[in-house]
């Protein structure tokens, strides 16, 4: 496959290993005085080790490669210790590859390894839990309601159905629109989804973990760009890994599309507050 890689230029290299400790999966070694590429599936391809190179050996191509593996990663990154472990984790979190981390934290729960980002809370619950980090038990108390809250806020919603699989891509209210689209839980996360989201806003809401066929979705956005004439994607998700896949879909879709359009991305923590906003496109 096709994919961004690590390159290096061996008369640049001088061999000084700066590269080594910041490529958290374990891809680069000296050899022979000189940085080596050990193994395409262990090169994620974000490039975290490009700043540490002194000399500028180092850059980012695109080319045949073989898949990057994060089981093989981990299996690897394990052996190093829970320091090695979590500096993995926050190279993905930083990054936002939350498909990635979403399958080490896996790993570390099949293996039994502590998540070195969770053991000092209180509440641990990637190690309490199996299967998808979005599926773990939390609670935490909701805030009070302010004193002079009254009244009925007027809804927001301005069409029907919402959900990506019932939608028409060429309905009327998607034309010359600007697209909300929204993952299923934030219209419970967020307390004012209507005056700060949805105002002014076509909707579309979908799960990119529990939905079926959501090829169809991607299909669907693409349709919405090329002929129904959107003037903007807003993606709204939640801080869980899995939420990252609706991201992704519109990212594609614009890729895929005639015309290009931006692409916005809010990502909301489970309380509801803002904890990114992030251009995609």
Not at 41 to 55: E, R, Y
Not at 102 to 117: C, D, R, S, V, W
Not at 132 to 150: H, K, L, N, R, Y
Not at 249 to 262: G, L, S, Y
Request: charged residues 25%.
């Amino acid at each position: 496959m096709k994919r961004k890689i690590i390159s290096i230029n061996e008369e640049k290299c001088d061999g000084c290993g700066d590269c080594v400790p910041e490529c958290h999966e374990g891809a680069l070694q000296i050899i022979d005085g000189k940085a080596r590429l050990v193994s395409d599936l262990f090169c994620d391809g974000l490039g975290a080790c490009l700043g540490h190179c002194p000399t500028g050996a180092l850059t980012i191509e695109e080319r045949e490669a073989e898949p990057y593996d994060e089981r093989k990663v981990m299996d690897y990154i394990v052996k190093g210790g829970k320091n090695v472990i979590k500096a993995h984790l926050e190279h993905l979190r930083d990054h936002e590859e939350f498909e990635y981390a979403t399958i080490a934290l896996e790993y570390l729960i099949e293996k039994g390894i502590p998540n070195p980002l969770t053991e000092n809370e209180t509440q641990a619950p990637q190690q309490k839990f199996s299967g998808c980090p979005g599926s773990q038990s939390i609670s935490f108390d909701a805030e009070e309601p302010a004193e002079d809250e009254s009244g009925k806020r007027p809804s927001q919603l301005t069409q029907w159905p919402i959900q990506l699989h019932l939608i028409s891509p060429n309905a009327q209210y998607y034309r010359n629109s600007d697209l909300l689209l929204a993952a299923d839980c934030c219209g419970f996360a967020a307390p004012d989804l209507h005056r700060d989201y949805m105002k002014g806003k076509s909707i579309a809401i979908a799960c990119p973990k529990l939905d079926s066929n959501t090829e169809i979705y991607l299909e669907k956005i693409t349709t919405m760009i090329n002929e129904s004439n959107l003037k903007s994607i807003t993606v709204l998700i939640m801080q869980v890994p899995c939420c990252s896949g609706l991201a992704q879909m519109a990212q594609q879709a614009v890729m895929d599309a005639e015309r290009q359009i931006p692409v916005n991305a809010v990502v909301l923590g489970i309380n509801g507050e803002i904890l990114k906003e992030v251009p995609l496109a």
